[in-house]
């Protein structure tokens, strides 16, 4: 372990014995054996050269915005991506992973150029973003990451590779980098010459529509994936007209349907405001969310015969 330690040290800031509930969204999560925040990207690279060669276990970290941790926490190293450069070529930004994605919207709107006002008031880092393929729908505006991406620079098996939208392999809250144990290193996006005061006003508005609709108590966002129409069984005209035109089924409003808003085990709740966001409303731990979890799963399922996909990353 000292030797580890020692090793660490050389890549990044070190802590031994780290609270991961400090680190999630969620506030929940157990100690790992180390937390080591990496500023560099060669750095990174360099340390997941490192774990892997030795075969110590790691887990990549962004902001936090979309994991669960388990109770008793993480043996092994937690790497906390803090690259955080960003730099503009014409209408192109490459960004590290660890730039926060409300960073780059304030940025390319600085710089007057449109196409990421979607992501506004989205938390968590670029890398995490990517990985999921972030996105976000209103009735004026939406977007996803894929819309935008023209290529991602990443760590695979001891090598940094740079891959194009296409080899992403971007899909709904998907890409390839959540079947591989790829490393997102940075991203680049082309956007379109804009009017930054349009693209303000717009990200002020989608920020007012946000505070609305969502909790303000921990958690880690929509925890569960919307389900395609085409899953759904029974008369479509049970459903609100958005979902038809979106051909997606919210699944927010499964849950809501199945009567479950308010549902708590321990410290763990489905929200007032929102049926897709178990929130901690005090103490909660892992456990007690995978218990609303596994309620939410079994009801909507007898009620609508749909299996619910989780979209937070469960790590156990
Ligand atoms: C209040 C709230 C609202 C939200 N609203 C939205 C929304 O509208 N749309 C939306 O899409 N999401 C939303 N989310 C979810 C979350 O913000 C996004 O998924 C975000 O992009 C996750 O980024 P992160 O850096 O926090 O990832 P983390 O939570 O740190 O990590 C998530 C997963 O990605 C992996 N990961 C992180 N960084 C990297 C990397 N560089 N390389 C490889 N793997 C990595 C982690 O290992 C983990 O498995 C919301 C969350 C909250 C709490």
């Not at 609305?212 to 129409?229: C, D, E, T, Y």
Request: net charge neutral.
């Amino acid at each position: 372990m000292d030797n580890v330690y020692k090793q660490l040290k050389l890549y990044g800031k070190v802590k031994p014995n780290v609270l991961l509930s400090k680190f999630s969204n969620f506030n929940i999560g157990g100690p790992a054996d180390f937390l080591i925040e990496v500023t560099e990207t060669e750095k990174a690279i360099a340390l997941l050269n490192y774990l892997s060669g030795e075969g110590i276990e790691y887990l990549i970290l962004g902001g936090g915005s979309n994991v669960l941790f388990p109770d008793d926490g993480i043996r092994g190293v937690v790497i906390r991506i803090k690259n955080e450069e960003l730099r503009m070529k014409n209408n192109v930004i490459e960004v590290d992973a660890g730039v926060q994605l409300s960073e780059l919207v304030r940025a390319s709107i600085e710089h007057k150029l449109a196409g990421l006002e979607w992501a506004a008031g989205i938390p968590g880092a670029v890398g995490g973003a990517i990985r999921g393929n972030a996105g976000a729908h209103y009735v004026f505006t939406g977007g996803e990451i894929k819309d935008s991406i023209t290529s991602v620079r990443m760590w695979r098996d001891g090598e940094a590779l740079e891959l194009t939208a296409l080899e992403c392999e971007f899909g709904y809250r998907d890409s390839i980098f959540k079947h591989k144990t790829d490393v997102v290193l940075s991203g680049k996006f082309a956007l379109a010459p804009g009017d930054a005061k349009k693209s303000l006003e717009m990200t002020q508005k989608i920020i007012a529509e946000r505070k609305g609709k969502q909790s303000s108590q921990p958690s880690a966002g929509s925890f569960f994936k919307n389900v395609p129409l085409t899953k759904w069984k029974q008369d479509q005209s049970r459903l609100p007209a958005r979902f038809l035109s979106y051909k997606k089924i919210a699944a927010g409003w499964l849950v809501e349907q199945a009567g479950l808003k308010g549902f708590r085990v321990g410290g763990a709740m489905i929200s007032e405001e929102h049926g897709n966001f178990i929130i901690n409303a005090g103490g909660a731990t892992q456990a007690d969310v995978l218990a609303v979890v596994d309620e939410v799963k079994q009801r909507v399922y007898t009620t609508y015969e749909i299996e619910l996909e989780e979209e937070v990353q469960i790590i156990h």
